[in-house]
């Protein structure tokens, strides 16, 4: 389990684990976490990287299933691409030199690489302790490295699951709701959006694909310079979520932006609109879900919303009959009414692409139990979606983001081969100072998810953690004088917040703050991920003082 914390953000799936770790012949684990959580305390081996230093141990226990012969030479030689690239990246971490980095024992480093190494079955797991720390698209990928290297794809037991940290994450990448296209299309393939302007009817101009997609980031970048005069929110509280806090705030509530809020509830971001849509829950509305593992739910509506509430889809249709979308033909664009009427259209959108609905219709989902796009596997045979013509991106340089061009990807002729892609470590942006001394990063807890739009409305679970605390290491304790409970001031360049202290197991040098509450993405610098555009949130630098010296 690469930074995901499983037992505080996956409880389900955690008392599944727990079973099996109880049971006969129980699995290995090793996970990959800088604070000693409950996944920690039951692995067989805990790596503890220094908060920021991920990539580096990444590339130690690359080079160590090289060293060790643990590569699986002629099936990554007959199933992937850029093997010697990759051997020559990773070489310059030795256990010592990732020991140096990473303040990590060398002889950990090398028991999980054996454990890796030689077990017949390898599943992986990575979250938001990779995606959202330094460097993260490189750390992640190189999880796939691992498991191309030994031909850990494909088959019972082994394989790669790169989890979500929302229930229908996987579904609206699938649909392009992350600004990509839909159905895993190529913006930079014109054959692409070619394909779905026939499917839409429309102009291929209309869709977009000049350059490419605008993440978040920018978005509200845009938003603060009112080149973006129309911003609207659905279902996500970017006033808590989205780094430094009180730039997000300024922006949402400046009058250089319309903005719209479309939430279950009265959030801290809605609070900043213009205009709020009252939106119905999951119970009050018809839809399907996708889990990481591709098994599609359905799930109907069970009560009616309340009030003026209406559901997200309903609300965007008023929106498209209201604007009077046509098509090329002049027929209104969007011609259906219903959920499932809107799945069909999305069966056919997904028609031939990684991620295909076809064989799923809302009658045989009405069965006992979800279903699998795709079938029960993939990547049997070893093949993947990478042919020039197919692939939904040519790529990124990971270090800096530079697109890899139509022309260069050709070159290589993947057909169907997988990439192996590395990249040296660099350090992040903000490391410790003699002004900030310590790292500062961020998590969860098990009592609460997101932004507490929902649990901190569960009296239970607000009672278990009502309010944000940081966490400090014995050592830094006793250095700054400050016991349990105590009350101190975090500080970093974007401001301060004052919580109290709890005394754990967190790394000498590191503080650690829940970020549901706020508090912690005060704290949180402007910076992203240059492939993901996932912001940073989990590595910067910070001091603490007492509140009383």
Known sequence: MYGHNMAETQTVLWSRVLDRLRGPNPPALVCVDPRRTAVAAEATVHLTPRVGTNLALMNGLTRELFAGGWVDEAWAGEHTLGLDELRGIVEPYTPDEVARICEVDPADLRRAARLFGTSQRVLSTVLQGFYQSHQATASAVAVNNLHLLRGMIGRPGAGILQMNGQPTAQNNRECGADGDLPGFRNWDNEEHIAELARIWNVDPLVVPHWAEPTHAMQIFEYAREGSIGLLWISATNPAVSLPE??????????????????????????ELADVVLPAAGWGEKTGTFTNADRTVHLSEQAVAPPGEARSDFEIFLAYADAMDFRDAAGQPLITWRTPEQAFEAWREVSRGRPADYTELTYERLRGPT??????????????????????????????????????????????????????????????????????????????????RTKTGRSRPLDAAAPRAWAELSETDAVK???????????ETPRGAVELPARITRVPEGTVFVPFHYGEANELTVTVWDPVSKQPTFKTAACRVVPCNS
């Open 370 to 451: 979800g279903i699998r796009w795709g079938g029960e596997r993939l990547y049997t045979e070893g093949r993947f979606p990478s042919a020039t013509g197919y692939c939904e991106t040519y790529g990124h340089d990971l270090l800096t983001g530079a697109t890899v061009t139509e022309q260069e990807h050709r070159a290589r002729r993947p057909d169907g081969r997988a990439f192996l892609k590395g990249a040296p470590y660099r350090p992040a942006p903000e490391t410790p100072s003699d002004e900030y001394p310590l790292l500062y990063t961020t998590g969860r807890t098990v009592h609460q998810f997101h932004t």
């Open 480 to 490: 700054l004088g400050i016991h349990e409970g105590d009350r101190v001031r975090v």
């Open 245 to 270: 806090s009180a730039r997000i705030r300024r922006i949402l509530g400046g009058d250089q932006c319309f903005v719209v809020v479309q939430d279950l509830f009265r959030t801290e971001t809605a």
